[in-house]
């Protein structure tokens, strides 16, 4: 990240060094930059942190027109479909709740869950082959749906499908198009939100299925984006914001702890409108 790199420049005040001098002093400032790397990350951490929560306090505090009001008070019924970092008990779906105190949130979150395989052979856990079933039943349970929001394709960038990424936003096409079909059955026309799988760890902290997804999961977003702008959907770009903190928001390099799922909860609601 920019910043950090610039602030991380040594200045040293120093006429001459002699050529050991020279070497222990460079050994030193690299130790010395590594520590500051990472505290300036941790900062930024912080900081992301308390603007999201004092940006959504000061939104939830302000004067609002009678027409805001109208706006925030109206109840929403939202959709969430994910994997895992949606299915944990402290996920991005839960800390969404928190926030968003008004609404029905019916989550349909499942851990292992892609866009469009077979994962580990199983058929429950690819949202193509189910999204029909997702969408009657969160139909059943809202009656009708404002906003669906998609966080999936970690588990697509694992390395077993590492060969067939390309197909990877075709599938998200055909569920974007059958989740616009089932939509108009029920007369109803949700605002549909694609969220970006978040970052991956670096390959030393991954296990052998996700080594190499960094790179997989950063040419997969690209192409959710251009998906969102045909298919009027919005695209959020987690991956971008997280990628630079990430390390400090995981012990694995998959799953985010309770700050960084926060995280993606306050960058989602950042892009809700009322």
């Known amino acids: 990240m920019f ?24 050994k030193d400032t690299k130790k ?21 929560t004092a940006g959504s306090k000061a939104i939830a505090d302000s004067p609002l027109t009678k027409k805001q009001k ?14 895992s ?31 469009g395989f077979n994962n580990n052979g199983q058929r429950s856990l690819n949202t193509l082959s189910n999204i029909g079933s997702y969408m009657e039943k969160a139909y059943t349970r809202l009656g009708k749906i404002d906003r669906i929001i998609i966080m999936l394709g970690t588990n697509d960038c694992k390395e077993v499908f590492r060969d067939s990424l390309s197909v990877v936003p075709g ?14 059955l029920h007369r109803n026309k949700p605002v549909i939100y694609i969220v970006s799988p ?6 030393e902290m991954l296990g052998e299925k996700y080594k190499g997804g960094m790179d997989r999961v950063s040419l997969l977003n690209k192409q959710l984006e251009l998906i969102s702008k045909k298919e009027s959907a919005v695209f959020i770009n987690t991956c971008q914001i997280l990628s630079p903190v990430f390390k400090q928001l995981t012990s694995d390099g998959v799953h985010l ?10 960058i989602i609601q950042e892009n809700l409108k009322y």
């Open 3 to 26: 910043f950090v790199n610039y602030l991380c420049v040594p200045f040293v005040v120093r006429k001459s060094f002699t050529t050991k001098e020279l070497k222990v002093h460079t």
């Open 32 to 52: 010395e930059v590594i520590k500051m790397k990472i505290t300036l990350k941790l900062i930024f951490i912080f900081y992301l942190l308390t603007i999201f």
């Open 70 to 83: 109208r706006e925030k008070d109206k109840q929403l019924n939202i959709l969430t479909i994910g994997d």
């Open 85 to 115: 970092n949606g299915a944990l008990p402290f996920g991005w779906v839960y800390q969404l709740k928190q926030i968003r105190t008004n609404d029905t949130i019916f989550n349909i979150s499942i851990s292992g869950n892609t866009i």
């Open 171 to 184: 599938n998200m096409r055909n569920m974007i198009d059958e989740i616009k079909k089932i939509a108009k």
């Open 198 to 203: 978040p970052p991956f760890g670096p390959d």
């Open 257 to 266: 702890n309770a700050d960084g799922q926060r995280m993606i909860a306050f």
